[in-house]
């Protein structure tokens, strides 16, 4: 059974940078849709990156690719997300989801109900 956990959230000045990681046990990542979520205070939880593990082919929503970058590591079994230029905009909690069944089609993300694994969030806070 696939289990993840998260890490690596914090307070960070704007500008600033973090890595999250979303560390999988069970199950091999090798074949699976990988996402990274995020949830702001009365926001809804969109998705900030996914990757098709299989290729790993990465996707972003305009704009954060500039400043999001997701890469893994399979011999860990754990996906990064590395995350720059942090701005007040980025404090959410953030999460890791994976799934072998969706698929990622015109680029686009799959949504977050699309997936059946999820890890705990962790708290990114942008402040000065």
């Known amino acids: 059974q696939l289990q993840l956990v998260v890490s690596g959230g914090g307070l960070v000045q704007p500008g600033g940078s973090l890595r999250l990681s979303c560390a999988a046990s069970g199950v091999s990542l090798d074949y699976h849709i990988i996402g990274w979520f995020r949830q702001a205070p009365g926001k809804e939880r969109e998705a900030v990156a996914c990757m098709d593990a299989r290729d790993d082919s990465t996707h972003y929503p305009y704009p954060l690719k500039d400043r999001f970058t997701f890469f893994r590591d399979s011999a860990k079994n754990t996906a990064y997300l590395e995350m720059n230029n942090l701005q007040p905009e980025d404090t959410a909690v953030y999460s890791c989801?994976?799934?072998?069944?969706?698929?990622?089609?015109?680029?686009?993300?799959?949504?977050?109900?699309?997936?059946?694994?999820w890890g705990q969030g962790t708290q990114v806070t942008v402040s000065s």
């Open positions: 989801a994976a799934d072998r069944r969706v698929v990622i089609f015109s680029g686009r993300c799959p949504r977050a109900y699309e997936y059946d694994t």
